[in-house]
Each structure stands twice: as C-alpha cells, then as structure tokens.
C-alpha cells in the first residue's frame, strides 16, 4: 500500500515548537506536490501547507501556506531521504489536531496558488499534535 508515513506529533506548552516528518515512498514523491492538512474531531480537515518537490519544473520548491500557518510554520523538504517536513513554532492551544502528510494524485509542479485535499490521493496515517496552554 503506497502512502506516506508521518512521525513527530506530541505534546507541548502554548509557545513551544514541534517538527513533523513525513517519508514517501519515491514513487509519489518525486516530481509530485506534497503537503500537511489538520483536523480536528468534528470539523472538516482543513490545509495547512504545500511544497512542490519536482526538480525538472520551474516551479520547484514552491510552497503554499495557510493564512494561520504564515509566519509560525515552515514546510521544507529532503529530496534526498524522499521527505518533508512542518517545523511549527509558536503554537497555541487552537494547533491540537491529527496533522496528515499527503501527496498529490500526481503530474503537480506548483503549489502557490492553494492546495486542495481532494487533489490528494495518498494519505498517511496521521499523527497527533496537542498543545496546552
């Protein structure tokens, strides 16, 4: 089964900082948009922030973020260990939510204009992030 695989959720304080990791399988990653949504229990799964990891476009390692995620979460990616990450900093209670890694059904190259849960195809598991305050 061809999905990505998130790791790094926890626990921490109100203005602490945590960093997830998601490895894909090269087959969904290269040359694809890869991503992190949030949900929380009895709202819609909302984005959070894009990356695109295709090293033949112009738009390569172009990224989108949330209004909420601007300035507070930094998306990043390895291309070397087919990997991405979602380094959040300053965090606040309102951030508790299962965050997912997803990859784009395939054929994206830019993700600047937005991102969309329905244009992804491979979903991980998820993994848990709760902040206190």
């Known amino acids: 089964h061809v999905q990505p695989v998130e790791s790094g959720g926890g626990s921490v304080q109100a203005g602490g900082s945590l960093r997830l990791s998601c490895v894909a399988p090269e087959t969904i990653y290269t040359d694809n948009c890869l991503a992190w949504f949030r949900q929380v229990p009895g709202k819609q799964r909302e984005e959070v922030a894009g990356i695109a990891t295709g090293r033949g476009s112009p738009f390569y390692g172009t990224t989108f973020y949330a209004d909420f995620a601007k300035g507070r979460f930094t998306i990043s990616k390895d291309n070397a260990k087919n990997t991405i990450y979602l380094q959040m900093n300053n965090l606040n209670a309102e951030d508790t939510a299962v965050y997912y890694c997803?990859?784009?059904?395939?054929?994206?190259?830019?993700?600047?204009?937005?991102?969309?849960?329905?244009?992804?195809?491979?979903w991980g598991q998820g993994t848990q992030v709760t902040v206190s305050s």
């Open positions: 997803a990859a784009h059904w395939g054929a994206c190259h830019h993700v600047e204009g937005g991102i969309s849960e329905f244009d992804f195809g491979y």
